[in-house]
Nanobody, 121 residues
C-alpha cells in the first residue's frame, strides 16, 4: 500500500502560480512512477503530468505543457506540480497518483484524496 497526501491547493487569480505537493508513505517511493490528474465539475478525471521513478522523464498534457512542471524528490518521498500562468479552465480537484507495473503485467495504482485548485478570472 502507498498512502498519498496532497497539499498546496487554493484560490488564485488568473495568471498566478501554485505549487502542489504530494507526500507518499508506505512502499518504496522510488519504485513508483508518479502523476497528477485533475477532475473539473461535471467532467471526467484527466491526465495532467507524470514523472518516471528517477525523475529523468516527464510527460505533460498538451493543455498544460509549458506552464506546469512536475518534479520529485525521492529522498523526501514527495512529488510536486509547479503551476504557472494559471487559467480559469485549470480549476479542478487535483489528484496525485502512484503507479507501478511489474514484469508479470500486474499494475498497481494508488490515489490521494485530492486538493482543490480554483482559478478566478
Amino acid at each position: 500500500q502507498v498512502q498519498l497526501v496532497e497539499s498546496g491547493g487554493g484560490l488564485v487569480q488568473a495568471g498566478g502560480s501554485l505549487r502542489l505537493s504530494c507526500a507518499a508513505s508506505g512502499r518504496t517511493f522510488s519504485n513508483y512512477a508518479m502523476g497528477w490528474f485533475r477532475q473539473a465539475p461535471g467532467k471526467e478525471r484527466e491526465f495532467v503530468a507524470a514523472i518516471n521513478w528517477s525523475g529523468g522523464s516527464t510527460y505533460y498534457a498538451d493543455s498544460v505543457k509549458g506552464r506546469f512542471t512536475i518534479s520529485r524528490d525521492n529522498a523526501k518521498n514527495t512529488v510536486y506540480l509547479q503551476m504557472n500562468s494559471l487559467k480559469p479552465e485549470d480549476t479542478a480537484v487535483y489528484y496525485c497518483n502512484a503507479h507501478r507495473e511489474e514484469e508479470s503485467g500486474l499494475e498497481y495504482d494508488y490515489w490521494g484524496q485530492g486538493t482543490q485548485v480554483t482559478v478566478s478570472s
